[in-house]
């Protein structure tokens, strides 16, 4: 559902301040009973929205309230995880995988990530007629040019 500026003018002007009110604590309520059914990123993000909702519909409607959210346990409840730092494999870890590959599709699949730096996602949109001689064609890579050689 999308809601436009002259419909959020429209439910305002039809609704009581005490039924904003009621709106808020309700979807309040709701965003802390289901928030164990989701990820700690998801919840967190689900929490940013809702904070972000809130404090539209505080301004909008010039209700004389606090943002329920602003609440220093939710805020706590809902802290974005800490990213834990990347391993990466040494060089020997890799050859090691490459080698201990049973199948030669495996193979080849590990050797032009390690090699080339290939991401997965270009990896397998990789068709016979984009290798030639020793250069692969990336119709779409990540970098955001129109192709990749």
Request: charged fraction near 30%.
């Amino acid at each position: 559902m999308d809601i436009q500026g002259n419909d959020l003018q429209m439910l305002s002007g039809s609704l009581t301040k005490d039924n904003w009110v009621f709106i808020i604590k309700g979807i309040s309520f709701l965003s802390v009973e289901y928030s164990s059914i989701i990820t700690i990123p998801q919840r967190h993000l689900n929490h940013e929205i809702l904070k972000a909702f809130f404090n539209f519909i505080i301004d909008r409607c010039s209700l004389n309230m606090r943002n329920p959210c602003n609440v220093s346990l939710l805020s706590k409840t809902f802290k974005a995880p800490k990213q834990q730092p990347r391993r990466i494999l040494d060089r020997e870890m890799v050859d090691e995988m490459i080698y201990n590959a049973t199948k030669q599709r495996d193979r080849l699949i590990l050797e032009l990530q390690a090699r080339c730096g290939l991401r997965i996602g270009e990896l397998l949109k990789i068709k016979v007629a984009d290798i030639s001689d020793r250069t692969i064609t990336l119709w779409e890579p990540k970098s955001g040019k129109d192709r990749e050689r």
